[in-house]
């Protein structure tokens, strides 16, 4: 899938990639895609209720070897 930012929060744990995350979508555009690469396994639970609680909308959560992946569209 397509995106058009990406960030790496890989080897940081709770809450420092939510917080980047945050802190990258200020910067973006409705409607942008951001790509999310992450090692913590919290941060499955963590973005799955991100996008509940403020309206971004996760397109896609993947794991491979021990790292995540997410596609999370900004509202």
Do not use: W, Y
Request: aromatic share 6%.
């Amino acid at each position: 899938m397509n995106f058009d930012e990406e960030l790496d929060v890989r080897g940081l744990v709770c809450p420092l990639p939510i917080l980047r995350t945050k802190k990258q979508l200020v910067n973006m555009k409705s409607g942008k895609i951001l790509k999310i690469m992450a090692t913590d396994p919290g941060a499955v639970i963590d973005f799955q209720v991100f996008a509940e609680q403020t309206g971004h909308q996760l397109l896609n959560s993947a794991e491979t070897d021990g790292e995540f992946l997410f596609l999370l569209q900004k509202r």
